[in-house]
């Protein structure tokens, strides 16, 4: 893998549930924490953290897998986007999700599977475990 990382975890929620909300602007700004504008539409960019993370929806599979070409505001000048695949597997009673972040600047890999956990994969846990409990969410 090309200056890239893959990480996976577990949530309690249907693949229909989590891809839809990756993609709506909501809801991504729910489980995130901040500001997040994206669409279901190939072809549309979408802007994410504020406007820290900017990209291109490539390829939508609904439920199963969303391709980006993504960056952040701290890509060196002149670098090329990464690419980011988001997949989406059932497993058990909820869904497992993985991410493959390639072309990443080089010697950045740490630094975004750190970014993945931390501001993604821990805060939609919480997301998902207090929608799941809410009487709104069934």
């Known amino acids: 893998m090309e200056h890239g990382i893959k990480i996976s975890a577990i949530f309690p929620v249907s693949a229909k549930k989590l891809y839809d909300s ?4 909501k809801t991504h700004s729910a489980f995130t924490g901040s500001k997040a504008q994206i669409d279901s539409r190939n072809g549309s960019s979408f802007s994410i953290s504020n406007g820290y993370i900017t990209g291109t ?36 009673s909820g869904t497992k999700l993985t991410i493959i ?32 409990a809410s009487p709104k969410a069934k």
């Open 22 to 25: 990756w993609l709506n602007s």
């Open 57 to 92: 929806n490539l390829i939508l599979q609904p439920y199963g897998r969303i391709v980006q070409n993504w960056r952040t505001t701290e890509f060196p000048e002149g670098a090329p986007d990464s690419k980011l695949e988001v997949l989406f597997e059932k497993h058990n």
């Open 101 to 132: 972040h390639t072309h990443l600047p080089s010697g950045d890999e740490k630094k975004y599977e750190k970014g993945w956990k931390e501001h993604y994969f821990k805060p939609m846990k919480l997301y998902f475990l207090k929608t799941k």
